[in-house]
């Protein structure tokens, strides 16, 4: 992950490179670093912890670097070396300083051979080889440029680097899977990790393509692909949208993004429909072809989406599908004879292992179609064809508003699919999007019993153990109402299908263990009340989030939350939407009352780009 910048050409460069860097540190927060030039001299300022410790340190210093029109730097979510001083970027050697986000797969390798030729190494960091490499080729070619392509040349793994030298105001930038966009500005060009950072500053954009690098001054951008030839990348205009970085009276961002929900899926829902009975989804572009199958990949919460989405295609389009992590599908050599589509699931459009999944699938003659929330995303303009979400910038670290849009295009897709496939009516299609309309109101009306999850959390927030359950479409729920639970509370809690816990998981039931359930009414709801009946028997203390048609059936129940029912035909095709939004206001309002750092938790990033 790490988010790194590059300025040239514009004076306090330091401090705008600090402001791209606060739009970077989404990318990891443990520490961070700029390097600059000053009469050929260069300096760093580096500091442990969230960007405010750089800012700190930056205030002291601001006055005496104002002219400096020259910096790189660097936002830290440590791979190699522990999250100290002297591992935090950027990583000098004499007269080179280079910040990189990425792992360098060969540095062990290349660390022998340095050592070999008496460089001291300083940091346990894989990027030092870099800054090595290139003092020991500048030596040699007396040319920044050339010492840098020789150092691609020997570099291996998934990284993207900027590097400069006290000799010359220009950047060398190269990018190998991990993403790197040039910002090209009015006598100053730019680089950042992703676009939005760099757009307060300027107006185009080039996205560099998988192992291109380049070299920029203020007013020249060179750029050349893997094949060494000299190219031209398209110019991409950009809107700034720095609405995002407001949280509009929410004490954190994820409480913003839980509530905007109605608001955001608007813009899902309405790009999705193409007329009353017809959707803006086009399965000749995913080939869909009678007698094959789907995969689905994507890691984390968009996995478990993709998950629930298995169940909708299966069951309106009887189109088998294949759900796997993207981390595991690429190194397990899969039969894709009988598949002829993969769809990837990617809020960040960055995930390498969901990124490297799909460049795998394109390798076994599988059309890619991706699922993404960010338009320019290098997942987005690698796959064949892209359907966005259209919720906005996410900024906690947790998924909320992407989840249940991915849920939503999901649906769609398997109502989509289901009318080519003749398994759905024209009337079925528009009696769907007649109610999908319904949902973002619908929305409201759950988010308005705010205060029941309050109470809720707090009757577990001391707990050391919860777990989930869910059955049917509500299963997948249950593992990301743990994943949330985990990640922001730090609780360890685990998802379950509810009819398997019989097969193992009921022993770790003991006297007061919280169990929460999704349930709703499927027709399945008095097997999973069974399972919560052996549940209370070995003393589970159960907590039930269930829709009010089961009002009947749940009444020896004593702590529960019971959701509206939705309209009769769709209640329960919808429900895991619907149960997103408690799954996300309990694990909200257990790491507040616990007091942990909501948006950023700790070990994590919102952008996993190492695999
Ligand atoms: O950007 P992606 O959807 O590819 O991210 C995948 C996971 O890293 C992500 O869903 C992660 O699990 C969530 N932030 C957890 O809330």
């Given at each position: 992950m790490c988010g790194i910048v590059g300025i040239v050409g514009k004076l306090n460069a330091c401090k705008s490179a600090l402001n791209v860097l606060k739009n970077l540190e989404y990318r990891g927060y443990d520490s961070a670093g700029l390097a600059f030039l000053q009469k050929n001299h260069l300096n760093t300022i580096k500091a442990l912890g969230k960007l405010n410790e750089l800012k700190s340190k930056f205030e002291i210093l601001e006055e005496g670097i104002k002219d400096v029109s020259i910096a790189i730097g660097h936002t830290r979510w440590a791979t190699h070396g522990k999250?100290?001083?002297?591992?935090?970027?950027?990583?000098?050697?004499?007269?080179?300083?280079?910040?990189?986000n990425g792992i360098i797969e060969n540095h062990d390798q290349i660390r022998l051979e340095l050592k070999e030729k008496d460089v001291i190494f300083e940091t346990t960091t894989d990027t030092e080889v870099i800054p090595h490499l290139l003092s020991i080729s500048m030596k040699n070619t007396q040319n920044f440029f050339d010492a840098c392509v020789s150092v691609v040349n020997k570099i291996e793994g998934a990284y993207a680097f900027a590097a400069i030298h006290s000799l010359n105001e220009e950047i060398f930038v190269a990018r190998q899977t991990s993403p790197l966009v040039i910002g090209i500005g009015n006598e100053y060009n730019i680089v950042g990790s992703d676009a939005q950072s760099i757009s307060q500053m300027v107006d185009e954009v080039i996205y560099l393509n998988d192992g291109d690098y380049a070299i920029l001054n203020k007013t020249q951008i060179q750029i050349y692909d893997s094949d060494n030839k000299k190219v031209e990348r398209e110019k991409i205009n950009i809107q700034s949208n720095l609405n995002f970085l407001n949280k509009d009276g929410f004490?954190?961002?994820?409480?913003?993004?839980?509530?905007?929900?109605?608001?955001?899926?608007?813009?899902?829902?309405?790009s999705l429909i193409r007329d009353e009975n017809d959707l803006n989804i086009f399965p000749e572009k995913?080939?869909?072809?009678?007698?094959?199958?789907?995969?689905?990949?994507?890691?984390?919460?968009?996995?478990?989406?993709?998950?629930?989405?298995?169940?909708?295609?299966?069951?309106?389009?009887?189109?088998?599908?294949n759900v796997e992590l993207s981390s595991e599908y690429?190194?397990?050599?899969?039969?894709?004879e009988m598949y002829s589509c993969m769809i990837v699931i990617s809020q960040s459009g960055e995930s390498i292992d969901t990124l490297m999944a799909m460049r795998e699938a394109k390798k076994l003659n599988l059309k890619t179609m991706a699922i993404t929330n960010v338009e320019h995303s290098s997942i987005d303009r690698e796959a064949d064809y892209s359907i966005y979400t259209h919720v906005g910038p996410e900024v906690g670290v947790a998924s909320t508003k992407s989840f249940t849009s991915q849920l939503i295009v999901l649906l769609s897709i398997a109502m989509k699919i289901g009318m080519y496939n003749k398994k759905i009516t024209t009337e079925k299609c528009q009696d769907f999007i007649q109610n999908l309309k319904l949902v973002p109101n619908f929305l409201s009306k759950i988010l308005s019993l705010n205060k029941e999850f309050i109470n809720l959390a707090q009757a577990i927030k001391n707990s050391r153990n919860i777990l989930y359950l869910g059955r049917g479409v509500l299963y997948p729920l249950a593992l990301e109402g743990a994943l949330k639970l985990k990640e922001l509370s730090y609780i360890h809690s685990e998802g379950f299908a509810a009819g398997e816990m019989k097969h193992g998981p009921i022993a770790l039931i003991e006297e007061g263990l919280p169990i929460i359930m999704f349930l709703t009414s499927d027709g399945m709801e008095e097997k999973s009340i069974s399972n919560l009946q052996e549940a209370i028997a070995r003393g589970g203390k159960v907590f039930l989030i269930s829709d009010q048609k089961n009002i009947n059936k749940i009444s020896f129940i004593d702590n529960k939350v019971l959701i509206p029912s939705f309209q009769e035909t769709w209640n329960d095709v919808f429900s895991p939407i619907f149960m997103s939004i408690p799954a996300q206001l309990i694990a909200y309002h257990v790491a507040r009352e616990r007091g942990t750092d909501i948006d950023q938790p700790r070990n994590l990033a919102k952008s996993v780009t190492v695999e």
């Open positions: 999250v100290i001083l002297e591992n935090t970027h950027p990583i000098l050697s004499k007269n080179v300083a280079v910040v990189h004490k954190h961002f994820m409480e913003k993004e839980i509530h905007e929900q109605p608001n955001v899926l608007i813009n899902t829902i309405g995913m080939n869909i072809q009678k007698n094959c199958g789907i995969t689905i990949c994507a890691a984390g919460t968009s996995y478990y989406a993709a998950m629930v989405g298995k169940y909708w295609i299966e069951k309106f389009s009887s189109i088998p599908v690429r190194y397990r050599s899969p039969a894709s």
